[in-house]
């Protein structure tokens, strides 16, 4: 069994950074591809960035493109999720999940592990 635990969220202005990271433990994560999904209140849970179990192929959401980054260190069991000029229209809980399929893209939400999530708020 694979559990992750997500860390970083916060409140944060207009314009902030905040680095999300996803632990995993039980499990190597390195068998993993890794996503990174969030759900503000009111709206579907969306995808807004995947990598794959090496790092080499990476996906993300139009609205985060050139904004985040997602990376991983395999020898640290970690994903991190590096979010720069923020928006408000960012602020959701931001969850990590896990499966040994590779989705190719974000529209597929059928992964097997899922963290509890972290809360951003962004706002002045």
């Known amino acids: 069994q694979l559990q992750l635990v997500e860390s970083g969220g916060g409140l944060v202005q207009p314009g902030g950074s905040l680095r999300l990271s996803c632990v995993a433990s039980?499990?190597?994560?390195?068998?993993?591809?890794i996503a990174w999904f969030r759900q503000a209140p009111g709206k579907d849970r969306e995808g807004v960035s995947c990598i794959s179990r090496s790092g080499g192929s990476t996906v993300y959401a139009d609205s985060v493109k050139g904004r985040f980054t997602i990376s991983r260190d395999n020898a640290k069991n970690t994903v991190y999720l590096q979010m720069n000029s923020l928006k408000p229209d960012d602020t959701a809980v931001y969850y990590c999940?896990?499966?040994?399929?590779?989705?190719?893209?974000?529209?597929?939400?059928?992964?097997?592990?899922w963290g509890q999530g972290t809360q951003v708020t962004v706002s002045s």
């Open positions: 039980g499990l190597t994560l390195i068998n993993f591809n």
């Open positions: 999940a896990a499966d040994y399929a590779w989705k190719g893209g974000l529209t597929n939400q059928n992964y097997r592990y």
